[in-house]
């Protein structure tokens, strides 16, 4: 199978990092914007103490910082910063929740061409490129596109 990586152009990341870097929530130890959040499973006290943490203020609007490991995140595309210093990259808002219910109607086996064509004008938007329709790739793109979905916007 052949591994498809949906990534952000390196413009795009380069803008993102420079961005975050010059923010005064982003720990440069942990290269995480407020609290970083990973690791073991945190008990409830500490989820409390971690979230009352990475809440901020910011124009008079309170936010919550994501406590994301940042050089990840500034390669996928569709995820936005939690201040809105930097947004989405290829996909608007309702442009993701219209791939997710794309993905979610593909039959589990064999993929009709009109929905194999379909997939990879998505990926081509994703990536800003032209995608080839390798078949070969076709199940690595839905996997990856499925994994980063359910990663930053929960299981549909």
């Given at each position: 199978m052949?591994?498809?990586?949906i990534?952000a152009p390196?413009?795009?990341?380069d803008?993102r990092?420079?961005?975050c870097?010059?923010?005064?929530?982003?720990k440069?130890?942990?290269k995480s914007c407020?609290?970083?959040?990973?690791?073991?499973?945190l008990?409830?006290e500490e989820?409390e103490?971690?979230k009352?943490?990475?809440?901020v203020?910011r124009?008079?609007?309170?936010?919550?910082?994501?406590g994301?490991?940042?050089?990840l995140?500034?390669r996928?595309p569709?995820?936005?910063c939690?201040?809105?210093k930097?947004g989405l990259?290829g996909?608007?808002?309702?442009?993701i929740?219209?791939l997710?219910?794309f993905?979610?109607?593909?039959?589990?086996?064999?993929?009709?061409?009109k929905?194999?064509t379909?997939?990879?004008?998505?990926a081509g938007?994703?990536r800003?490129?032209r995608?080839?329709t390798?078949?070969e790739?076709?199940?690595?793109?839905i996997d990856?596109?499925?994994k980063?979905l359910?990663?930053?916007y929960g299981?549909?």
């Amino acid at each position: 199978m052949s591994k498809f990586h949906i990534v952000a152009p390196k413009e795009v990341r380069d803008q993102r990092r420079d961005i975050c870097q010059g923010c005064k929530h982003y720990k440069p130890l942990f290269k995480s914007c407020g609290t970083l959040l990973v690791g073991r499973k945190l008990t409830p006290e500490e989820a409390e103490e971690v979230k009352a943490a990475n809440q901020v203020t910011r124009n008079k609007q309170k936010f919550e910082l994501c406590g994301c490991f940042m050089p990840l995140k500034w390669r996928i595309p569709w995820v936005k910063c939690p201040l809105e210093k930097w947004g989405l990259h290829g996909l608007t808002e309702a442009e993701i929740e219209e791939l997710k219910a794309f993905l979610d109607s593909l039959p589990a086996n064999v993929i009709p061409s009109k929905e194999v064509t379909e997939l990879f004008t998505w990926a081509g938007r994703i990536r800003g490129t032209r995608v080839t329709t390798c078949g070969e790739c076709v199940k690595g793109i839905i996997d990856e596109m499925r994994k980063n979905l359910n990663e930053y916007y929960g299981k549909n």
